[in-house]
Nanobody, 124 residues
Framework: QVQLVESGGGLVQAGGSLRLSCTASERTFSDYAMGWFRQAPGKERKFVATINWSGSSTYYPDSLKGRFTISRDNAKNTVWLQMNSLEPEDTAVYYC?????????????????WGQGTQVTVSS
């Protein structure tokens, strides 16, 4: 069982930045691809970013490219999501997820473990 704990959410003004962290309990963290997803109130969960086991490959939806950056440090069992130029539309609960395969994926059903989520609120 992999436990994922997110942190770093909060309230920020439009145009600001936040850095989310997700720390995994599993020592074989380096075997997993990781992803970030978000869910706004009343809406379905959406893909935000994914990174492969080594950090050499990342993928984002076109709408977030250039503003969001995913990275990882396997020695720290941690993945980060750097979010810049935040907009009110980015307001959501952000979830970290682990995929028990090394390759990236943008599909939530391909992830095996999920964190509890961290709230990000962007005020206008």
């Amino acid at each position: 069982q992999v436990q994922l704990v997110e942190s770093g959410g909060g309230l920020v003004q439009a145009g600001g930045s936040l850095r989310l962290s997700c720390t995994a309990s599993e020592r074989t963290f380096s075997d997993y691809a990781m992803g970030w997803f978000r869910q706004a109130p009343g809406k379905e969960r959406k893909f935000v970013a994914t990174i492969n086991w080594s950090g050499s490959s990342t993928y984002y939806p076109d709408s977030l490219k250039g503003r969001f950056t995913i990275s990882r440090d396997n020695a720290k069992n941690t993945v980060w999501l750097q979010m810049n130029s935040l907009e009110p539309e980015d307001t959501a609960v952000y979830y970290c997820a682990a995929r028990l395969k090394p390759g990236i994926s943008s599909f939530s059903y391909e992830y095996d473990y999920w964190g509890q989520g961290t709230q990000v609120t962007v005020s206008s």
